[in-house]
């Protein structure tokens, strides 16, 4: 069973590099959900797998992001005076939503998690008309960014969220960002670098909070299931650039619309489950 959930999330890890590639989506909103219903089998607690899913997909997207995050900086899309003042306050938002989460009921963390999915795979069907007028560019020198105070207390939220998500918190920072009129490349190139500061930050505290679980399975660090993740990154990352040429090929606003509605599908079902 351990080597079939490992070769599982080989494949599952091909989707989430594709899709992220292809779609411009977080692997959190896929990885979350195949976890909760790739875990039971091994015998896990029905109260851990939820948080097993969350921690172990963040810390996925630790590697994943990473590499995003370093070639949105070669390409300067990272203007990290906002990039900075946020990093602080969402890696505080992320550790908190970690125990956040330990504290919370299955049922609870669950309708969070479906609830949330539900409201941004509206938000990505209901705006992909769109498309094509949120990729002008900006650039515009005097564009006033939001106030300090405001950005910590964007941070700070979408930290919380995207750790209790298992998400990077792009689906949430980028419409933020855009509506106070940052310009949308610089949009995802904070997204992205603050993404990998949910990931870190989150994962270590399903790490930390998940020391102590007297029913934790075999190979599991915290609450970070170690088999899924190793199958995962293997070929997440490889399949990301595959994605993104075929994006120039594939009807992209149509799949995005019923990837969309399928996420939906996927959220009341776990909340009526």
């Known amino acids: 069973m351990l080597l079939s959930i490992f070769l599982i999330c080989v494949l599952l890890g091909s989707v989430v590099g594709f899709c992220a590639g292809l779609l411009g989506i977080g692997g959190g909103l896929i990885i979350v959900p195949a976890l909760v219903y790739l875990l039971p089998p091994l015998g896990i607690d029905h109260h851990l797998v939820m948080p097993m899913a969350l921690g172990t997909s963040l810390a996925t997207i630790v590697v994943t992001s990473f590499s995003a995050a370093l070639a949105h900086h070669r390409n300067k899309n990272i203007p990290w005076l906002l990039a900075k003042q946020l990093m602080i306050a969402i890696a505080l938002g992320s550790l908190l939503g970690a125990f956040i989460a330990d504290l919370l009921s299955v049922d609870a963390l669950k309708n969070t998690f479906a609830i949330a999915v539900f409201l941004l795979s509206s938000y990505m069907f209901f705006t992909i008309h769109n498309t094509r007028k949120n990729k002008v560019i900006i650039n515009n020198e005097d564009e006033k960014l939001p106030s300090n105070i405001i950005v910590k207390g964007i941070g700070f939220f979408t930290g919380i969220l995207a750790s209790l998500m298992g998400i990077a918190g792009g689906a949430v920072l980028v419409p933020v960002l855009s509506y106070f009129k940052v310009p949308l490349r610089q949009a995802i190139g904070v997204a ?33 299931y170690l088999p899924a993740l190793l199958g995962i990154i293997i070929t997440s990352s490889f399949f990301a650039p ?22 939906m599908l996927v959220a009341v079902k776990m909340i009526l489950s």
Do not use: D
């Open 242 to 263: 595959i994605g993104v040429k075929a994006a120039s090929k594939l009807p992209v606003r149509t799949i995005k619309k019923s990837f969309a509605i399928f996420l």
């Open 192 to 224: 992205t670098v603050s993404g990998m500061i949910v990931a870190i930050f989150g994962a270590s505290g399903y790490v930390i909070a998940g020391f102590g679980e007297v029913n934790l399975p075999e190979y599991s660090l915290g609450y970070v």
